[in-house]
């Protein structure tokens, strides 16, 4: 089975998280899910343009879902829930034509409407599904447990991500579990990791996502398997800073689920790019491995 | 014909917006008026008088008032035309309140709505003739449907009253959710040491025939002869032989399934009595879990039995229970609260609905009273009360207020803390609602007496951190988060329409509200009654209530069957469909269509013909519009009365 489909790397994807997306990539291409680059795609404003101008924001998503339509295509996944907020926010503004024309005058090419857009994880789920994913892995992950951790905007607000539970998100739980990890119940799935608060004010984001390690701490997970790029700074390249404002020792790897399913399905070690992780993972994930074994 | 009319003020509520003394004015240019005038308010005494007054020295045929909706008068006026020497049937109402001054405020043409509503009355009643009620006698039994606080109250009072009784419960053991509770409020008494003694008067009254483990199947017939069938599930239990001895409960091997009655807490075997005061004290034995169904052999319970009781190839049966009156006593279930996945129920095992924490303070619940979490079997020392959970929460569908849960919230803290003294309860609430005899007092006894914190704000998340659950919220007095470690939460569920409500309404053939709540037929007015004549509610069916309160309308229905009973004949209302013999094809049109099976067919003179069957008939006229020859039309409602009412109103 192979299917195409557009793909919005988003810019965390070619700086700080690289391995996300050289992971998503080469799991995508495994399953049988082929992904098309968006051609010249751009910023969609992240987080300073939707707190300054809804307009300017929806526009800048707009041109990208644009891009999509003049692919051909109708669907577009992207690793990034900050990305993918923006987009299926943009979309749902553009549904009002008035605030539709105010959008499109800032565009060369107005947007046509129709372009929907996906989490990686949804489309795992849904367009690959789980016996699929199941049934191509190479290296069952068994022994390792994993607190499965989604950020708080995957699933938020439901009406507009329109996916999974948005209390108790269970798609990573049910892919990882697939992979053949031992999922350990996680209650904080969705709690905030602080977000961008981690640059202004560092005393906050020590607080929250050290709230999230304890928990996966007292979980007894090996690791916390994340889905966005700034989860997954604030947990692992602020880990020291956490350890320092709490007095806490924690030192949990914190890997992309992608990377995870990378080493179930026996992709090579450059596109699961343990190394540029803090926390490097491997020492524990082969202790969990020859331990079941 | 000499037709009246009077036009009703009703103090400002129509003259406020209608000008009654032009309607009036004008009202005499309609045909065979000879008298109309405005009047401050028809309905009473000086109003009614005013009316009679007029037919007797005017010489009245037919009067018209318009005034407000005939539900509430009608009745009223019919009653005063009678009085003055017509016949009750030669009166026509306009509604110029709830169909015209309540709805605009353009005086002006307020006026000319109700004058043309005037024109298709008094239309209307140059063609009503003369009806007269026939009489039928009554079958001055009672049933009960629901056997709680509120239908066990019924039934007493019914019996005491001299009616032979029949109730119908659905589980096994009469007591509904009252023989569940531990104590009550506001006064801790003990819940079933309260209830126990009215379900054995229950049991040992020679006027109450019980039917528990049953349910209504259908419902044929009309007030003052009802045929009820009642489907009698199979307990495979002959409770005849049945003493109640409790040795096929002791050795059942089956011993694991979720205890319902517990509320699923503690389990329980599959042969089994739900707990000592169990009125009747019956097994039941359930045949999803037992082993003698499920694996094909066990049959320990038959073999310890000391009476031969068992009886595995049981089946259900339908009895037939004739009745002149029904009262719906069905009361309500918990909303689900695993419908607000944040609050983590049904995956954290000591987030509990506050009737499962009633079992665990109970004495004869699965703890035996001792409070122990379900986890670990821990005794609690923090225990978080979590209100209005599904309650006033238009996110979930339930804006309603469940009426009794900040009351028993306050009792379950009060007996926590007389079980636990070294506890700390908390209850995040939205707002105290107390109002009743020493219901106030009692929830201050809770904070100042007990010292439970009280915390004013929502709960957003409940999660587990080690043996702990961390209840987040909001204070919104103090203005800020607050989390309490919490042993155990208990989530004061709101109060729903119990399962099937709606489809027992449908066989009742009364009507009920979005949530499954049953309609009463006046909400200030007619509290038990029903609008389909000799059905009567109380308790919850009707929407959440307190134990007083369900005693009271337990108590209030019984005596308005006693007063239904009191005659020993009903007058049938005369305005039903009548067949015109000579028209009558005997198509069977009408048999088919008719919801009440009110119609039979007949021969006569060796061809069919249909036949309106007078008593059962209820004036729906449905068959009027079926019947392709016109030939049966409904009194006081013909095809030609509605026309020329269609023609007042066109050619206005």
């Not at chain 1, 995870?260 to 524990?284: C, E, H, S, T, Y």
């Not at chain 2, 000391?306 to 009745?323: C, K, L, S």
């Not at chain 2, 070294?422 to 009692?442: A, C, L, N, T, W």
Request: charged residues 20%.
């Amino acid at each position: 089975m192979s299917e195409a489909i557009a793909y919005y790397p988003g810019c965390s994807g070619l700086g700080t998280s690289k391995e996300y997306d050289a992971s998503t990539r080469a799991v995508c291409a495994k399953v049988g899910l082929s992904l098309v680059d968006v051609p010249d795609w751009s910023c969609c404003g992240s987080t300073p343009a939707h707190t300054t101008d809804h307009t300017l924001s929806a526009a800048l998503s707009a041109r990208n879902l644009q891009l999509v339509a003049d692919m051909g295509m109708k669907l577009a996944v992207t690793p990034c829930p900050s990305c993918l907020t923006n987009l299926r926010t943009a979309n749902h503004r553009m549904e009002k034509a008035a605030f539709a024309e105010k959008a499109n005058r800032l565009l060369d090419e107005p947007y046509s409407g129709g372009v929907n857009a996906q989490s990686v994880l949804q489309a795992l789920v849904e367009t690959v599904g789980l016996d699929a994913l199941k049934a191509a892995v190479r290296t069952p992950l068994a022994g390792l447990k994993v607190a499965c951790y989604y950020g708080c905007i995957m699933n938020r607000p439901p009406e507009l991500m329109a996916f999974d539970d948005c209390e108790n998100p269970m798609a990573m739980d049910n892919v990882l579990a697939a992979m053949g990890a031992e999922i350990v119940p996680f209650p904080l799935k969705v709690e905030c990791c602080g977000a961008s608060y981690g640059i202004p004010r560092g005393d906050i984001v020590a607080r929250l996502a050290g709230k999230l390690l304890e928990a996966a701490t007292l979980a007894g997970a090996d690791m916390v398997a994340v889905a966005c790029p700034l989860c997954q700074m604030n947990l692992d390249l602020r880990q020291g800073q956490v350890n320092r404002a709490l007095g806490a020792s924690y030192r949990i790897p914190v890997p992309y689920f992608t990377q995870l399913m990378g080493v179930a399905l026996n992709i090579a070690d450059a596109d699961i790019g343990f190394d540029k992780l803090n926390v490097d993972p491997r020492p524990v994930l082969s202790k969990a491995l020859t331990g079941a074994q | 014909m000499r037709i009246g009319v009077f036009v009703c003020h009703c103090g400002s509520n129509i003259e406020g917006t209608v000008d009654t003394a032009v309607v009036a004015r004008t009202s005499l240019d309609f045909p065979e008026v000879v008298y109309a005038t405005d009047t401050m308010y028809a309905c009473s005494e000086p109003g009614q008088d005013g009316i009679i007054q007029a037919i007797k020295e005017k010489h009245l045929t037919g009067v018209v008032v318009a005034s407000c909706t005939p539900r509430m008068h009608e009745p009223t006026f019919r009653r005063a035309v009678e009085r003055a020497g017509l016949n009750r049937f030669m009166f026509e109402m306009a509604n110029i309140r709830e169909h015209v001054s309540w709805i605009g405020k353009d005086r002006e043409a307020n006026t000319n709505k109700s004058v043309d509503l005037v024109r298709i009355a008094v239309e209307k009643l140059r063609r009503d003739a003369p009806l007269s009620p026939s009489k039928f006698s009554i079958n001055k039994r009672v049933m009960i449907i629901g056997g709680g606080v509120a239908g066990i109250q019924a039934a007493l009072d019914c019996a005491d009253g001299g009616l032979e009784v029949v109730l119908v419960e659905r589980e096994s053991t009469i007591g509904g959710k009252m023989a569940k509770l531990d104590k009550t409020f506001p006064t801790v008494d003990c819940s079933s040491c309260i209830l126990g003694p009215k379900m054995v008067d229950v049991a040992q009254h020679d006027k109450i025939t019980l039917h528990a483990y049953s349910e209504v199947d259908s419902i044929g017939g009309y007030v003052g002869n009802f045929q009820v069938k009642v489907k009698k599930r199979a307990t495979y239990v002959d409770w005849t032989l049945c003493t109640g001895c409790g040795a096929c409960m002791e050795k059942c091997p089956s011993k694991k399934n979720p205890d319902k009655f517990n509320e699923k807490i503690g389990p329980t075997t599959s042969i089994n009595i739900p707990f000592p005061q169990a009125i009747p004290k019956k097994a039941v034995i359930d045949p999803t879990t037992c082993r003698q169904f499920v694996k094909g052999k066990c049959g320990v319970c038959a073999k310890v039995c000391p009476t031969g009781a068992i009886r595995y190839d049981m089946a259900d049966e339908i009895v037939t229970e004739d009745v002149g009156a029904i009262v719906a006593a069905t009361g309500y279930d918990l909303f689900d609260i695993r419908k607000i996945p944040e609050y983590g129920a049904g995956r954290y095992p000591d987030v509990i609905t506050s009737l499962a924490y009633e079992r665990l303070l109970s004495a004869s619940g699965p703890t035996g009273g001792h409070v122990k979490r379900p986890s670990d079997g821990k005794e609690p020392k923090n225990v978080v009360f979590i209100q209005c959970v599904g309650s006033r929460d238009k996110s979930l569908d339930r804006p309603y207020c469940s009426g009794f849960c900040c009351m028993y919230t306050a009792k379950q803290a009060i007996l926590t803390k007389d079980h636990i003294p070294d506890s700390q309860s908390y209850v995040f609430y939205m707002d105290i609602r107390s109002p009743g005899k020493m219901y106030d007092e009692f929830t201050r006894r809770a904070m100042e007496e007990y010292g439970a914190r009280y915390i004013r704000g929502r709960v957003a998340m409940v999660y587990p951190k080690g043996d702990k659950m961390i209840v987040r919220g909001a204070d919104t007095l103090a203005g800020t988060q607050v989390e309490v470690e919490a042993d155990l939460v208990v989530l004061a569920a709101g109060a729903e329409a119990a399962v099937g409500a709606p489809q027992l309404a449908e066989k009742l053939r009364i009507s009920y509200d979005r949530y499954g709540f049953f309609m009463e037929s006046h909400p200030k007015l007619k509290p038990v009654e029903t609008n389909t004549a000799g059905v009567y509610l109380a308790g919850s069916c009707q929407g959440p209530k307190d134990i007083p309160q369900s005693v009271g309308q337990g108590s209030a229905a019984a005596a308005k069957v006693l007063a239904l009973f009191s005659k020993d004949q009903l007058e049938s209302d005369p305005q039903i469909s009548r067949v015109d013999i000579k028209r009558c094809v005997g198509c069977g049109k009408c048999i088919m269509t008719c919801p009440f099976q009110a119609i039979k067919e007949v021969e006569f003179r060796g061809q069919k013909k249909a036949e309106v069957i007078e008593t059962v008939c209820q004036g729906c006229g449905i068959c009027t519009s079926t019947c392709p020859q016109g030939a049966i039309q409904l009194s006081h409602f013909t095809d030609n009365q509605i026309l020329a009412e269609v023609n007042a109103l066109c050619q206005s």
